[in-house]
């Protein structure tokens, strides 16, 4: 009979890397709390057309950086930001 519980694979060791994400829009990076498939969380995003951006994310210091799209632009109303694979 097998068991319902959850088994650790590997000791704590306490240790928590350090994580960034943000988004980059021109010049200026506004930090990610959230990103989903296909829309990013910015608590306080500013008011700006439809563009292209970048998105980056950095785990201990190894930056990864990807394209998109912003087909909706950013609304200071609205939290979430529909992302879209950038053409």
């Known amino acids: ?6 088994r650790e694979s590997s000791p704590k060791t306490g240790y928590s890397a350090k994580v ?3 988004l980059e829009i021109g010049r200026i990076r506004h930090d ?5 498939p296909e829309f990013i969380i910015l608590p306080q995003p500013p008011n700006h ?3 292209q951006a970048i998105v980056g994310l950095s785990v201990e210091g ?5 394209p998109v799209s912003l087909p909706d632009g950013l609304s200071e109303k609205s939290p979430r930001v529909r992302t879209a694979k950038a053409a």
């Open 1 to 6: 009979m097998e068991s319902n519980t959850i």
């Open 20 to 22: 960034q994400l943000f």
């Open 32 to 36: 990610v709390p959230h990103m989903g």
């Open 49 to 51: 057309p439809p563009c």
């Open 62 to 66: 190894q930056l990864k950086q990807w």
